[in-house]
Structures are given as C-alpha cells and as structure tokens.
C-alpha cells in the first residue's frame, strides 16, 4: 500500500519534520519504522526499528482496495481495521520504543499518512516525535547518491592477497577502512557463509554508504577496501564501486603458505564445527562432514570433477582424525590442496592485471605500519 490510503487523513496534525539525512545517517540516529515488515525485509537502515502501523496482510488488504477503488474505500477499511486494540498495541509499542529513544525520528514509506498518522496518535498521548520528510525514500536515494559520489570522486586503496592471508584483519585494525565483507555477513567465498543470514542487498548497500560518510568527515586519506570479486554471497557490488575498485591502488598482503592455512582452518572449520556443537549436539561431525563436502560441491566445475571428487573423499577422513585424535593434518591437507591448486591460481591471474597499480608489499605488521607512516 502507497502513503496515499491508510487510517485516517492526518494532514492536519503534522508537527515538527526534518529533511537533514546526513545528519540523521552520520549520527545514527535512532528511527522509527513505521512500514510493513514486508518492506522493512527489503531495505533499511542500521539505527531503524521496524514497529508497523499496518502488518504485512493489512497493508496488502488496503493496497489491494485503493488500487479497485480508491482512496476513500482504502481509508474506510484502515478505519475498520484500527480497532481500539489494534490502535493501542501500536500506541503502546511506539511509546515503549520512545521512551528508551526520544531522539528518535519517525518514517514510513514517503513521509506520508502512516507516518502523520503514527504522529498524531502519538501527539493525542503526549509524546512529540520528529516526522522525516519524504521518509524511506528520501533517505534512501540520498544514501545511494552519495555512495555513487563517493565512488566516482573519493580516494580507495584495494587491499588484495592470497586466499588466508588475513585481509579483513587488517580491515579491522585499519581506522581509515571500509568492512564490505563485515557488512554482508560473508567471507566472499563458497565457503564463506556465517551461518547468519545476509542482509537484503538494499540494507548493505545503505549501511556501506552510511560508513563510507563517516570516513569522510574524519579524514580525505583513502579509504581501504578489500579486494572483491562481483559477488560476496549474494550480495552484489554496484557497478560504480567496481569501477572504483578496479581503478584504484593496491597494497598487497604477503603471509606465508602455513600461516595461511592456520587462519583459513581457523576460520573456516574450527568455526564451522563450534556453530554444529552448538546446533547439531547430537552430532556435529556428520555436519561437518556435510557441510565441507556441500561447499566443495559448489566449486566442483571449476575444481575439476576428479579434484572434487578426491577432496570429498578426503573429508570423511578428515573428520574422523580430528573426532578421534584432535588431528587437523586431513584438513590442512585439503586446505593447502585448494590453496595450490585453485584458489592462489585464480589470484595470480587476477593480479597480473594489476600488477602496475601495486604500491606496497608486505606482511600484516608491515602493511600497518606502512599506512600509519602514510595516512597519519
């Protein structure tokens, strides 16, 4: 349902509103989102909760009567709908939400009669809260203007390295950098899964944005950003940030073929069989088992069946070592094949085109201090 049919005409009740999006991004400002979980599901900001006015059927009820008979058919039904149990559960959901935020702001889908309406049933109990004009919307196409502004005018640097080499280590440690993976709840390869669901591509997209304003009003040093392919998970990166990236200087991170396999292990596996502790207790190495074989299975075509099919052997074996005798050589093993094998193939292809726009090697330490003695 659009802006145009809800409740009750509220037009007359509007109080105080604000069109300041980079104040309310910048400062994470508390927000109050008043759409359907339907379309708070599909993009959001990181500092908004969602406490809708209409739920998800509701909104669709009323969109479904505007559209075959308009506005005043679709705002009898919302006042059939907002019964004095509805309307009170809403009321007491919003006071609670504000009374633990009264900085917070309040939105909906353009600023428009759920959002009045939301404001002045809140005026009726006493409690003023801050309309943002044009509400999701607005907020939106600005968070995606200045992340196309900042891509096409503001200074990158591309961390690139080896598969294990510790890049988002160094993300992290770096304050003058961007967490595109951290973001998207992914470690941008088929075995990068969390086991915590991605964000919608609209929330990353936003949250990216909001970090990369932050950057600049700390610093005009370039901003860090690890190497990425198109895609991490299902997350996609804007065609303008590629353009970017691929147009940017690189410093490369150097780590040594064991280190690297000890971080992959680390991360990969010995995460991996923590969460199935935790969630399969009954038994956790068979979904081990499953999964690692599962995420091989996903390379398969461009490991090569016979590759793939001799590391899925391995992964029972694998397993079973480490189950009976807290060895991890099966697994190292598989990590080291696909290390030589695949993964570091795929990057020496990939950095022979960028060959010319590297600045700085070196190990982690090294990369630090060479952009603490630069950038500070």
């Known amino acids: 349902m659009g ?22 991004l910048l400062n994470d400002v508390p927000m109050l989102d008043v759409r359907a979980p339907v379309e708070f599901a599909k993009g959001a900001f990181p500092s908004s909760r969602n406490l809708p006015i209409l739920d998800d059927q509701q909104r669709h009820d009323i969109g479904t009567v505007y559209t075959q008979q308009g506005q005043n058919a679709a705002v009898a039904l ?8 509805v ?15 009264p900085e917070a702001h309040l ?10 309406t939301t404001q002045a049933w ?37 961390l690139a390295g080896a598969t294990g080499s510790g890049k988002t280590l160094v993300i992290q440690q770096w304050q003058h950098a961007i967490d595109l993976e951290g973001k998207s709840l992914h470690r ?21 944005a909001i970090d990369w304003l932050k950057r600049t009003q700390i610093s005009d040093h370039p901003v860090l950003v690890e190497a990425e392919s198109q895609l991490i998970g299902r997350i996609f990166l804007p065609q303008y940030l590629q353009d970017a990236m691929a147009n940017s200087s690189v410093v490369v991170l150097e780590v040594p073929l064991q280190q690297r396999i000890e ?17 399969v207790p009954d038994d956790p190495w068979m979904a081990l088992d499953a999964h690692v074989s599962e995420n091989l299975q996903r390379i398969r075509k461009r490991l090569g069946g016979e590759r793939c099919d001799y590391l899925v052997h391995c992964v029972r074996g ?51 201090q060479w952009l603490a003695e630069k950038y500070t």
């Open 3 to 24: 802006d145009n049919a809800t409740f009750a005409d509220c037009r007359s009740h509007v109080s105080a509103q604000t069109d300041d999006y980079q104040h309310l």
């Open 78 to 85: 919302g006042l059939e709908l907002a019964t004095a149990e």
């Open 87 to 101: 309307r009170q559960q809403r009321l007491d959901a919003w006071s609670d939400y504000l009374r633990a935020h």
């Open 107 to 116: 939105y909906c889908l353009r600023g428009g009669l759920r959002s009045r």
């Open 122 to 158: 809140l005026k009726d109990r006493g409690i003023d809260v801050t309309l943002i004009k044009g509400g999701y919307k607005a907020m939106r196409n600005y968070a995606l203007q200045q992340f196309e502004n900042l891509s096409a005018n503001a200074p990158l640097l591309v």
């Open 188 to 208: 941008g390869s088929a075995f990068g899964g969390t086991f915590t669901p991605q964000p919608s591509q609209i929330s990353w997209e936003n949250a990216i």
């Open 263 to 279: 971080l992959l292990r680390e991360d990969y596996v010995s995460h991996a069989l923590n969460h199935f502790k935790k969630t």
């Open 318 to 368: 694998a397993v079973k070592a480490l189950r009976d005798s807290d060895d991890w050589g099966g697994f190292d093993h598989i990590i080291e094949v696909l290390l030589r094998e695949y993964y570091d193939k795929l990057y020496a292809h990939k950095m022979q085109v960028r060959e010319q726009q590297s600045i700085f090697r070196g190990d982690r330490e090294s990369v630090l």
